[in-house]
Nanobody, 124 residues
């Protein structure tokens, strides 16, 4: 069983930066994904990193502003969010999936473990 713990979040002015961290435990070879959700809408893919950390992918909506990285294989994942916009306001979730899901990394149901979510609010 994999557990996921998230850290970070908060409120920031438009144009500012925030950093979210996520630490998985229980399975080293995990693809780690970041998703976000606002009330009344579906969970939206934000970014993912392979279990080894060598391969990353970010959604077009945040490309050039958000960066996902991993400090070592199987270890803590960081989502660095720069030039934040009010439309980035959401609850952000970290998720873990088996290494084999990389092809389906943008699909929430591909992941088998989720964090509790952390709120990010961008003030205009």
């Amino acid at each position: 069983q994999v557990t996921v713990a998230e850290f970070g979040g908060g409120a920031v002015q438009s144009g500012g930066s925030l950093r979210l961290s996520c630490t998985p435990s229980g399975r080293r070879e995990s693809v780690m994904g970041w998703f976000r959700q606002v009330p009344g809408k579906e969970r939206e893919f934000v970014a993912a990193v392979s279990w080894f950390g060598a391969t990353t992918h970010v959604a077009d909506s945040v490309k050039g502003r958000f960066t996902v990285s991993r400090d070592s294989p199987g270890n803590t994942v960081t989502l660095q969010m720069d030039r934040l916009k009010p439309e980035d306001t959401a609850t952000y979730y970290c998720a873990a999936g088996r290494a084999s899901i990389w092809r389906y990394k943008e699909v929430p149901s591909s992941y088998d473990s989720w964090g509790q979510g952390t709120q990010v609010t961008v003030l205009s």
